[in-house]
Structure formats: structure tokens, C-alpha cells
């Protein structure tokens, strides 16, 4: 099975902030990795699929890259309603396999 | 609109089984397969699962090999997650989830069931 490694597992920015959250697969997994944000006592929502393709309606502070074995999720101008935990997914194969979770907070 | 509608909150004691549903509306059933995810408090998320419900294929997580069973019933839009053994660890929220392509991935999750075990 794919691993999938997600740091930081939880960091603090200011509003306004460039963030930065990375994805690490334990093997290729070509483009096929999503990003989902969760609120608390809310269901995932899905922001990127396939690397960098925005879900409709999503802002476009947020963005996706990368491919093979390392991804990025960006918030270019991190916003108060951005407080969440946000996860990755590969998706190239079954078993799909999420990340640990990052945790980001306000300063 | 699509819509997955889980059924409610679950109490079990350990040894017990759980099956959960996840009905399916604004799109047909058999066209996407459902995958299901778990979360404990506090904790990340797991995938457990996939089913397709037009040929019945399923694939389980090594975790859940021999104690979960995915099914369906293509006829009222609904799939099924059954899950034996139950011990406390296995107290979370369970989720089902469309998965529309590999290209695609998740994209609409059910509003989350939560089972508990507890003697």
C-alpha cells in the first residue's frame, strides 16, 4: 500500500500568510492526489483533485501542485475561515490512502 | 443535487456488528462507486473500502479484511457497510463517499454516522 506523509501535522500563520503544506507518497502516484480541508464537527470538502485542479466554488487562495511523490497545498493569503485541518489523498489506486492531517491555526 | 444520506447513530457493545447505510440521491447509483472512510474523535481520517455498485466488486482495507462487508441494493439507491467484531476502537464516525473516476477521486461524502461501542 501507498504511504502517504503530511507535514507540518499542525502550524500557526497569520492572516494574510503564505501557507504551505506538503505530501509525500511512499511511491509514485503520477498526478492523482487530492486535498480536502475539514472543519470541526464538519464533513471533509474536497478543494483540489488531480494535483492542481480547483473544485468549483473554492477560492482561489488556494492551490495544488506537484507530481510523482511530492504535492503541495497552498493558501496564498491565509483568511480566519481557512482554520481547519486539511488532508491529503492519493488516488491513483486502491487502497486509497490519506495523509496525517495538518492542523493550521491563527497566531 | 447529489446526495448521500447516512442512517443514524449507532450504540453497540463489543462483539457486536454494524451496518450502516448511505442512500444515494441526484445521480444514479451504479454509475460511481462509494468508498467509505472512518474517523475517531480527534483523529485523522481512515479509509476503509470501496464498492461498486453496478458489478458488486468490492475492496477492503488489509486493516478490515475478514470483518467488514460492503453491499447494495441498486433498486432504492443504497449500499450498505457491515462491520463485525466491534471493539471500542472502533468507535468513530463513519463515512460513505463517491468516488466518481480515478482522475476525479471523492468529491460528495455522506453527513457522517457515528457508532459507538461501549460495554
Known amino acids: 500500500d501507498i504511504q502517504m506523509t503530511q507535514s507540518p501535522s499542525a502550524m500557526s500563520a497569520s492572516v494574510g500568510d503564505r501557507v504551505t503544506i506538503t505530501c509525500r507518497a511512499s511511491?509514485?502516484?503520477?498526478?492523482?492526489l487530492a486535498w480536502f480541508q475539514q472543519k470541526p464537527g464538519q464533513v471533509p470538502k474536497r478543494l483540489i483533485y488531480?494535483?492542481?485542479n480547483l473544485q468549483s466554488g473554492v477560492p482561489s487562495r488556494f492551490s495544488g501542485s506537484g507530481s510523482g511523490t511530492e504535492f503541495t497545498l497552498t493558501i496564498s493569503n491565509l483568511q480566519p475561515e481557512d482554520i481547519a485541518t486539511y488532508y491529503c489523498l492519493q488516488h491513483n489506486f486502491y487502497p486509497l490512502t490519506f495523509g496525517g492531517g495538518t492542523k493550521v491555526e491563527i497566531k | 443535487q447529489v446526495q448521500l444520506v447516512q442512517s443514524g447513530a449507532e450504540v453497540k457493545k463489543p462483539g457486536a456488528s454494524v451496518k450502516v447505510s448511505c442512500k444515494a440521491s441526484g445521480y444514479t447509483l451504479t454509475s460511481y462507486d462509494i468508498n467509505w472512510v472512518r474517523q475517531a474523535t480527534g483523529q485523522g481520517l481512515e479509509w476503509m473500502g470501496w464498492?461498486?455498485?453496478?458489478?458488486?466488486?468490492?475492496g477492503y482495507a488489509q486493516k478490515f479484511q475478514g470483518r467488514i462487508t460492503m453491499t447494495g441494493n441498486a433498486s432504492i439507491s443504497t449500499v450498505y457497510m457491515e462491520l463485525s467484531g466491534l471493539t471500542s476502537e472502533d468507535t468513530a464516525v463513519y463515512y460513505c463517499a463517491r468516488r466518481t473516476s480515478r482522475v476525479t477521486s471523492i468529491d460528495y461524502w455522506g453527513q457522517g454516522t457515528l457508532v459507538s461501542v461501549s460495554s
Open positions: 511511491q509514485g502516484i503520477t498526478s492523482y
Open positions: 464498492m461498486n455498485p453496478n458489478s458488486g466488486n468490492t
Open positions: 488531480a494535483s492542481s
